[in-house]
């Protein structure tokens, strides 16, 4: 057998174990009935210590060593580079300390809801700050050049660091700002028609309709509801998406299309590379510019109330015919809030902005978490013009920090801008959008995406890819025109 076919068996084995750990977190968030939880934990512990050891073992390196030496072909050398990451990614950090994170994550997560529901930052802060000891501990493991962060991201985002990072969010800060305070002085936008009663099941089946429509393949994938929208994978063929319901009656069918933009990727990925490292989107960032495309270019567009207005309108008879117009506009209403997953598009990044920079400077021990609340508070002020009165509306409002996930963050406002980037290219492609758009006529632009992002699943390294599909690296310019001109004509400002 050639090491290429070794390690490709290998890697289905690897993949099984993986796949059964995601169906069971599928399972916990959309079925199992909550006395399962204790049993499931231990299920899921013993099968993650599995897929590691299956991971880092001995005969996943010589079929991995064999593979290096004999591949070939661009697709085989490839296959094998990802491999490499990954168990250099998981060889490098100390069994002893990957353990010792797993239990302080866990007890972390737990304290965090906790100090959360009581705003008491004080029982979070001693977590915290051990959580941050461990990935300063962990970057000293990994490695990097100029900044501890630098290997903490890279886990999230190969290549990233927090120069690149710092260059990205330098070219949107400003002209954020200036276009944040615009549409505040330009006064608020009439949305109050889309709260209302409208039942769980009708959102569902409207959601998943439109879904269908974009092209998702309903024989290879499903959509469940769950306390949190998410989407998960078993196979090219098999794609899950979860959704949830509740009071705002857009609000489920842009979880859905944000959810439905990764699963198309998914989908998508060549089915010979199915269950191995070549397999789905290639990271965080670029996986989040698809989702951010479906739900935020195409289906925050004019265009798409024009195809989709008389549908909802079907749908939910109650809801008030106030024309496509309205209707567009009132899911597009900007306001700075202090929540960043209930953010706007445009003021999104400047949640992640505040993020990013804290993370730094914990990570490089310029702040120290007992002074953290002040310093989130300052930057809210600073980027948002507004302050939280607590802490957990404030820096206690996300899971990451509780599970130890440091450098995540800007992974989110990279999807932002990079969506606007390579819509840029697609629009140069495929001319008039708009127009398939409002005929719902989704399938050039799906066709587009396969051939030129989805089909090289894991293939390219990121900053390989972006520089492929748009011709230059990763850039603010595409997503600054876009997002103001957008919003300009949302508020009529000149
Ligand atoms: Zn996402």
């Given at each position: 057998m050639s090491g290429v076919e070794q390690l490709k068996g290998r890697m289905y084995e690897i993949n099984a174990v993986g796949s059964a750990l995601a169906i069971m977190g599928w399972d916990q968030q959309t079925?199992?009935?909550?006395?399962?939880a204790e049993a499931r934990a231990e299920q899921v512990g013993i099968l993650s210590t599995m897929y590691h050891e299956m991971l880092v073992s001995d005969e996943t390196k010589t079929a991995l060593g064999k593979a290096e030496a004999e591949a070939t072909g661009e697709d085989d050398k490839a296959m094998a580079r990802v491999v490499r990451r990954e168990l250099d990614l998981a060889t490098k950090l100390p069994s002893e300390l990957v353990g010792r994170k797993a239990l302080l994550a866990t007890q972390a997560h737990e304290i965090w809801m906790k100090a959360r529901k009581a705003n008491d930052y004080a029982m979070f802060r001693p977590h915290l700050g051990e959580l941050v000891e461990i990935c300063r501990e962990e970057a000293q493991h990994l490695g990097y050049k100029d900044h501890p962060y630098d290997a903490l991201t890279d886990q999230y985002e190969e290549g990233a660091t927090a120069a690149g990072w710092q260059a990205m969010f330098d070219g949107v800060r400003q002209p954020l700002v200036n276009l944040i305070s615009e549409i505040q002085e330009a006064g608020p936008i009439e949305?109050?028609?889309?709260?209302g009663t409208w039942p769980d099941q009708a959102q569902a089946e409207f959601t998943w309709d439109v879904i269908r429509k974009l092209g998702f393949r309903e024989e290879n994938g499903r959509q469940d509801a769950a306390p949190h929208p998410f989407c998960t994978n078993f196979s090219v063929n098999d794609v899950r998406l979860t959704n949830r319901f509740n009071e705002v009656l857009t609000s489920s069918l842009y979880s859905g299309l944000h959810e439905a933009g990764h699963g198309l990727y998914e989908q998508n990925s060549p089915v010979e590379w199915?269950?191995?490292?070549?397999?789905?989107?290639?990271?965080l960032g670029v996986h989040e510019s698809q989702s951010r495309t479906w739900e935020n270019i195409i289906g925050r567009s004019r265009s798409f109330w024009e195809w989709c207005y008389g549908p909802i309108r079907s749908a939910f008879?109650?809801?008030?015919?106030?024309g496509v117009d309205a209707m567009f506009k009132a899911n597009c209403t900007v306001e700075p809030s202090l929540i960043r997953v209930e953010a706007d598009e445009v003021t999104y990044n400047m949640h992640i902005m505040v993020r990013f920079e804290l993370e730094c400077d914990m990570v490089a021990g310029k702040l120290d978490v007992k002074d953290l609340p002040e310093a989130w508070n300052e930057k809210y002020r600073q980027y948002l013009g507004i302050v939280p009165d607590t802490d957990s509306m404030g820096c206690m409002q996300d899971v990451h920090w509780s599970g130890g996930s440091i450098g995540y963050f800007p992974t989110y406002s990279m999807g932002n801008v990079l969506s606007y980037q390579i819509w840029a290219c697609l629009q140069r492609d495929l001319g008039d959008t708009d127009a398939l758009i409002a005929r719902g006529d989704f399938g050039p632009i799906l066709d587009w995406f396969v051939e030129?992002?989805?089909?090289?699943?894991?293939?390219?390294?990121p900053t390989e890819l972006i520089q492929q599909v748009?011709?230059?690296?990763?850039?603010?310019e595409d997503y600054l025109a876009g997002i103001t001109s957008k919003y300009r004509g949302v508020y009529g400002l000149s």
């Open positions: 079925n199992m009935p909550a006395g399962g949305n109050g028609f889309l709260t199915d269950r191995t490292s070549l397999a789905g989107g290639v990271s008879p109650a809801l008030p015919d106030v030129e992002v989805y089909r090289h699943g894991s293939k390219y390294k748009t011709g230059k690296p990763l850039g603010p």
